[in-house]
């Protein structure tokens, strides 16, 4: 049995953990969540799931929780305490991080620091403060199981492989909501319309991500922490099938791929059960005659803006890219509250990262100082109109 701590509960990675959960009853047991505002989903995860520890968002949440189940032995906290003491638990030798932002870095390193596994779908803290989360995972001796399908595509291509014979990283994208429309045609675009993923079923932040290929960008920075491989050997392809989740190019020209079709719970579950597999019952399994052609296109830039901000604030390092993920997720938030535009978006993160003076390297207060500072700025800026 694998005890799980989970960061996340109620977003769509942790919704599809009690999935992988809910399949194999005898392998997993949440003992621990943390979750936000959605009170009636954690209910229902309490009564299915009968965690020892459970943490939401605010004092009233935690209150409510409290008194429906008093005397169950159930432990309640909420807010930043909250999310640290659900990464640390000490029954818990797993923690899977599916909180969104880069909230998820403090609690990130305190479960690093307490020896716990992590299983990763929280890009954001690797993008925030990859040099620091490495390190630390280093020092600890722990596993970072990569959970984006992209990352875990790479991770299991590279099982019996060696590191040193990689030539480069292909990682792909759909092209999300918006691949067919040329940036004329982005003026004036809607938030459903952004939330219209194509391929995939996921939360809003990381579906306009995707729109904007920003997701992808974060992935670039990600992977290049991940598997140590600098950014000239990471490159992006458009494949809008999503069946090959990502490749490896090895110095004799050989090609590894990943495929499947989409789902998270494959790779949430490969990461659960590293370095073995379990059965995951499907509907649809892939069936390539079916699908009958792949397709494949080089990344433009231009046409994606946010990708290039990505590799060239990962290339400068330091906090140039806390100031990427911190820009974006403020301005994503202004887009998806209707206060500015799709585009707007771009010209928000590249302004600033044209006037951020770069720190070489960070320590986690002046990287949390820096995420703040650029949080309050762009937020100060929607949030007067």
Not at 50 to 70: C, H, M, N, Y
Request: proline share 3%; with cysteine.
């Amino acid at each position: 049995m694998k005890y799980i701590s989970l960061l996340g509960s109620t977003g769509s990675i942790g919704e599809q953990t009690a999935d992988v959960v809910r399949a194999h009853p005898d392998q997993f047991r949440i003992v621990a969540l943390s979750a936000g505002k959605n009170i009636d989903l954690v209910r229902k995860q309490i009564q299915e799931f009968r965690p020892e520890l459970v943490s939401v968002q605010t004092k009233e949440g935690r209150d409510i929780l409290k008194s429906e189940f008093a005397g169950q032995g159930i432990t309640f906290l909420y807010g930043e305490e909250g999310m640290r003491e659900t990464a640390v638990f000490g029954k818990a030798s797993i923690l899977i991080n599916a909180v969104l932002g880069s909230v998820g870095l403090h609690p990130t390193l305190e479960a690093i620091r307490a020896k716990k596994d992590i299983a990763i779908a929280n890009k954001e803290t690797l993008v925030t403060a990859g040099h620091l989360v490495m390190a630390e995972a280093e020092k600890a001796g722990i596993s970072l199981l990569p959970v984006d399908s992209e990352h875990s595509a790479i991770f299991q291509a590279l099982q019996g492989e060696k590191e040193k014979n990689i030539e480069r990283l292909i990682i792909t994208a759909s092209g999300g909501s918006f691949r067919d429309r040329s940036r004329e045609e982005l003026s004036g675009v809607t938030v459903e319309q952004a939330l219209n993923h194509p391929n995939w079923s996921m939360g809003a932040k990381i579906t306009i991500d995707s729109a904007s290929m920003m997701n992808k960008g974060l992935e670039v920075i990600e992977a290049h922490w991940l598997f140590d491989m600098p950014y000239e050997k990471i490159d992006v392809l458009l494949h809008r099938e999503s069946v090959i989740h990502s490749m490896i190019e090895f110095h004799d020209s050989s090609v590894m791929a990943q495929l499947g079709t989409p789902d998270m719970r494959v790779p949430i579950q490969y990461a659960l059960t590293y370095p073995d597999r379990l059965p995951l019952a499907r509907k649809h399994r892939l069936n390539l005659a079916d699908i009958g052609k792949l397709h494949f296109e080089e990344m433009n830039v231009k046409r994606y803006p946010c990708l290039q901000f990505a590799y060239d604030a990962g290339k400068i390092g330091g906090t140039m890219p806390t100031v990427l993920n911190a820009a974006n997720e403020a301005a994503v938030a202004g887009f998806l509250a209707g206060q500015i535009s799709f585009l707007e978006i771009e010209s928000m993160i590249e302004e600033a990262l044209n006037k951020h003076e770069v720190t070489a390297s960070p320590n986690l207060e002046v990287i949390q100082h820096v995420d703040k500072e650029t949080r309050q700025r762009i937020e100060s800026i929607w949030k007067k109109r």
